[in-house]
């Protein structure tokens, strides 16, 4: 079946330090591929998104560009802030053969944290 | 302002008890979700809804039930026969048509002691 794999945290960084979260997929068909944040007890907000082989989602400073030869979503920042700390998701869609009820498979999630 | 709104926000119950908690839509979506979040791991998937009253078991189903009567209302009963039912419950909607995008509630905690 479908699998996400995010790299294991937690990550800690210094503001303005550059940020990169791994993820990698498994996947059956096209689908599409998403990172979402979690801020201490809310729910999940969806930082980006792409649909198909070489988009780039971008949101906030955020980017992440969708790789199928190498099945990763990879984000990034270039300079993160204090306020960047939280819970970040990688996850995917099942899209096959136009009949998808559109479950997401997450990752289990990385931690980050942003000190002064 | 649209969005997806649960209820309570903390919720204690004691072990044996049955426990609904709400999750209600105004933003027209047909599809609805239920995830359940354990510390240090990503979402499951309990139960899903494409459409009023029609709804599917998801990946860890077993010791809850859910209705859809109304396009804007998904309750999920978490019953005694949850084995493990202390977690954080997520409800989430979709838009309409090829957006596989989901819109997240701000929770609920339960708590079973």
């Known amino acids: 079946g479908d699998s996400v794999t995010q790299m294991e945290g937690p990550v800690t960084l210094s503001e303005e330090a550059f940020l990169t979260i791994n993820c990698t997929y498994t996947a059956t068909g096209y689908p599409s591929l998403f990172w979402y944040v979690q801020y201490p007890g809310e729910g999940l907000q969806l930082l980006l998104k792409?649909?198909?082989?070489?988009d780039k989602g971008s949101n906030k400073g955020f980017e992440a560009t969708y790789r199928k030869e190498t099945t990763s979503f990879h984000l990034e920042k270039g300079s993160v802030q204090v306020s960047d700390s939280a819970v970040y998701f990688c996850a995917l869609s099942d899209v096959a053969g136009g009949t998808s009820y559109g479950k997401l498979t997450f990752g289990q999630g990385t931690i980050l944290t942003v000190h002064p | 302002d649209g969005g997806i709104t649960q209820s309570p926000k903390y919720l204690f119950r004691k072990e044996g008890q049955n426990v609904t908690l709400s999750c209600e839509q105004n933003?027209?979506?047909?599809?609805m979700y239920w995830y359940r979040q354990d510390p240090g791991q990503g979402l499951r998937l309990i139960y899903y809804?494409?459409?009023?009253?029609?709804?599917q078991k998801g990946d860890i189903a077993e010791g809850y039930s859910v209705s859809r009567e109304k396009k804007e209302s998904f309750p999920l009963t978490v019953t005694s026969a949850q084995k493990n039912p202390t977690a954080f419950y997520l409800c989430?909607?979709?838009?309409?048509?090829?957006?596989?995008?989901?819109?997240f509630g701000p929770g609920t905690r339960l708590t079973v002691t």
């Open positions: 809804s494409q459409i009023v009253n029609d709804f």
């Open positions: 933003l027209n979506h047909d599809a």
């Open positions: 792409a649909t198909k082989a070489d």
């Open positions: 989430a909607s979709r838009p309409p048509g090829l957006s596989y995008e989901q819109y």
